[in-house]
């Protein structure tokens, strides 16, 4: 089994994605750490302790990061979650859990100790710290998967960024230059692909004739981000980012893409955007993966049955 931290911030999307790599047996995911974004980042811990009750998965340790941006003023994301974070669900809060350390030094005291890989479902803060603290360690990670930035898609927090990219540019720069002082290149899931990746009323409704408890609970904490979409852009559906990065790191062959050099701009208009040289201007050697296609369908056969945990092959 590939092991993985999961980074994140939950998150109604990085929920998802977290239900989607516990449903999972080709991975271990052997600790999850939090990072602002979404949530300020003690509510993104709370909210995964309830994912993990959730999944009966406590086993798993939470580690909490970041509690803002390197540089920027943190702006969070409840307007797109709810107000808990978690799409108003309001769950009920899991006592008595007690983290041993911050995520920083579990990052960097696991990445030493064996082989293991990142999914990125927030902000690159956290990785950006384990530059600054402890480069080494950040240069073992196995496999780096981010979901965040935008190729020739638009941006969702301006014209050209993505959100986790937009919250923390000088993070995410860091990230992305030092992947090219190693050659090694960083697996980015961008909007190009997530936004093809709707849940729509049609696919709940299916999901929860299927299986009505675990269908009600996506129900139950998706119903903000469907309205969400709704009055934002008259989208009929929510778009799930953060799965999808889940399922590329278990299924590469879901999406397809080219390897390029990518630098983080990381002020004024253009701040968060994901530059991305295609055409290879600046003669620099690739620090990405750059992901331009999915296979909408069968993404959406794996997420539902590993959700559902019913085999529907
Ligand atoms: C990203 O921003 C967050 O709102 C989502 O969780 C996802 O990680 C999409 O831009
Ligand atoms: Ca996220």
Redesign the pocket.
């Known amino acids: 089994k590939r092991k993985v931290i999961i980074d994140c911030?939950p998150?109604?999307?990085?929920s998802l994605a977290l239900m989607l790599a516990l449903s999972s047996d080709e991975i271990e995911v052997i600790g999850i750490t939090i990072v602002c974004?979404?949530s300020p980042v003690e509510m993104g811990f709370e909210n995964a302790k309830k994912i993990l009750a959730h999944m009966q998965r406590l086993d798993i340790p939470i580690f909490v990061g970041a509690d803002k941006p390197l540089k920027k003023t943190f702006c969070d994301?409840l307007d797109?979650?709810g107000a808990d974070g978690l799409g108003e669900s309001f769950l009920k809060d899991i006592p008595g859990y007690h983290q041993t350390m911050d995520a920083v030094t579990f990052l960097s005291k696991t990445l030493k100790k064996q082989s293991c890989s990142i999914i990125a479902?927030?902000p690159l803060t956290n990785l950006a710290q384990l530059i600054s603290q402890d480069v080494e360690a950040f240069d073992k990670i196995e496999q780096l998967v981010s979901?965040?930035g935008s190729y020739k898609s638009h941006g969702?927090c301006s014209p050209v960024a993505?959100?986790?990219y937009w919250e923390d540019p000088e993070a995410a720069r860091l990230v992305y230059q030092q992947m090219a002082k190693t050659k090694k290149q960083i697996h980015m899931v961008g909007?190009d692909v997530?936004r093809k990746i709707v849940l729509t009323p049609n696919l709940l409704s299916y999901m929860e004739r299927l299986h009505p408890e675990k269908g009600a609970f996506i129900r139950k904490i998706t119903k903000f981000y469907f309205d969400f979409h709704w009055t934002q852009e008259h989208l009929i559906g929510c778009v799930i980012?953060?799965p999808l990065a889940v399922a590329y790191f278990l299924f590469p062959e879901l999406c397809s893409g080219f390897s390029s050099y990518v630098q983080i701009e990381t002020d004024g208009i253009s701040r968060g955007q994901s530059v991305v040289d295609a055409f290879h201007f600046y003669r620099k050697e690739a620090n990405a993966v750059i992901l331009t296609q999915v296979d909408v369908k069968a993404f959406f056969q794996l997420f539902i049955s590993r959700i559902l945990h019913l085999d529907l092959a």
Request: hydrophobic fraction near 25%; charge should be negative; proline fraction near 0%.
């Open positions: 911030d998150g109604i999307d990085d974004g979404n994301a797109t979650h479902l927030g979901m965040g969702n993505e959100y986790n909007l997530t980012n953060d």
